[in-house]
């Protein structure tokens, strides 16, 4: 990819083409709202995990109370009580994947707060490219183009090609 987007580069530079560079990721960790953003993350982690702490405990001391009484139980009794431990055992495996796992709370509510910024920045790129005169932006941190001037958009020339039906297969 990084050799494609360097002929590229390289055969803008040959014409009158300006181009410039930015790191979204230190523009992104520059600003307030991601430290605060960071802050609000992290509280809803810790409380999560308080949540989940709390539920492991109460899961060990319920494993803890069934060990004493197992030795008074009749083995009807013994199975009821591990399905019940192996139940709860589930239940916060749950709770785990759907708070803190790839897809879950947490990971929303981290995109939830990280878009706006997200999409402020390429904002800011644009009106920069656009204002000091730049055809295309690259982004050292995403390792792509972020800005680029609707003049070099060769969508609808393809699109002509492909209709015409001249491209072999």
Known sequence: M?????????????????IGWVDSQY??????ETREAQVDLEKKQR?????????????????????????????????????ELFEYQQKIEMFQMQKMGPEGELYTFYAQLIAPIEKKILDAI??????????YILDASRGGIVHALDSHKLD??????????????
């Open 156 to 169: 609808e020339f393809v699109l002509d090609e492909l209709r015409k039906g001249n491209i072999s297969e």
């Open 47 to 83: 409380s999560l995990e308080a949540e989940l702490m709390s539920m492991v405990a109460t899961g060990d001391s319920l494993y803890q109370a069934f060990q004493k009484q197992a030795p008074l139980m009749g083995p009807d009794m013994i199975k009821l009580k591990e399905q």
């Open 126 to 135: 644009a009106k920069v490219g656009n204002e000091k005169g730049y055809d």
């Open 2 to 18: 990084k050799k494609i987007i360097l002929l590229f580069v390289l055969s803008l530079s040959l014409s009158e083409t300006k």
């Open 27 to 32: 523009i992104f960790n520059q600003l307030d």
